[in-house]
């Protein structure tokens, strides 16, 4: 089935920096979503994504949808510490897998005061 | 309020039963999801059910079932049959395939 590469696996970062995820895959997506999730919590959506080439933003966070519909990114900028979280991306199939959303491994994001 | 209603929130079983974890949700939406997460993993698709009474087996079905007999509930069961079914569950709902999903709380289970 499809598989989603997301990297990197963790970020440790400074307050106030950039950050930077991505989520790679030999298939083709129709949707992609962006997610955030705390612990012990469900997922929250935080940008979704539907043509190829678009690029979204929600207030410090910018996601765009690769030219290719096989890849998406995610950019954070000027972060603070209640950016701590795992992030995931994920993509909707279409084809004979049509309605399946699959989801990447997530990012740990760590921000340091 | 709106949403999506996982319950319960912990749930405990001793090992060789059956048990039917709930997600309901109220937003009139068509597709729904259900997840398994472990420790430290992603999320990984259990079963998906694109309109009512319709279903599709996700990439680790094996030890699970699941009903669609009512838009606002799909119910996932843990069979004895699935060999590790410790892990943290999570249902969500989409308007319709191919738009954003929403996620409920989850349910912890944990088979002793």
């Known amino acids: 089935g499809q598989q989603l590469n997301q990297s990197p696996q963790s970020m440790f970062i400074q307050e106030g920096e950039d950050v930077s995820m991505n989520c790679t895959s030999s298939?083709?997506?129709?949707?992609w979503l962006w997610y955030k999730q705390e612990p012990g919590e469900g997922p929250v959506l935080l940008i979704a994504l539907y043509k190829a080439g678009e690029l979204t933003s929600n207030g410090r966070l910018t996601a765009q949808f690769g030219i290719t519909r096989k890849d998406s990114f995610l950019n954070i900028s000027a972060s603070i510490p209640s950016d701590v979280g795992i992030y995931f991306c994920?993509?909707?199939?279409?084809?004979?897998?049509?309605?399946?959303?699959?989801f990447g491994q997530g990012t740990i994001l760590t921000v340091h005061p | 309020d709106g949403g999506i209603t996982q319950s319960p929130k912990y749930l405990f079983r001793k090992e060789g039963q059956n048990v039917t974890l709930s997600c309901e949700q109220n937003l009139n939406h068509d597709a729904m999801y259900w997840y398994r997460q472990d420790p430290g993993q992603g999320l990984r698709l259990i079963y998906y059910s694109q309109i009512v009474n319709d279903f599709q087996k996700g990439d680790i079905a094996e030890g699970y079932s699941v009903s669609r007999e009512k838009k606002e509930s799909f119910p996932l069961t843990v069979t004895s049959a699935q060999k590790n079914p410790t892990a943290f569950y999570l249902c969500?709902?989409?308007?319709?395939?191919?738009?954003?999903?929403?996620f409920g709380q989850g349910t912890r289970l944990t088979v002793v």
């Open positions: 969500a709902s989409s308007i319709q395939v191919g738009r954003k999903a929403f």
């Open positions: 994920a993509g909707l199939a279409g084809g004979t897998s049509y309605g399946k959303l699959t």
């Open positions: 298939s083709i997506f129709n949707t």
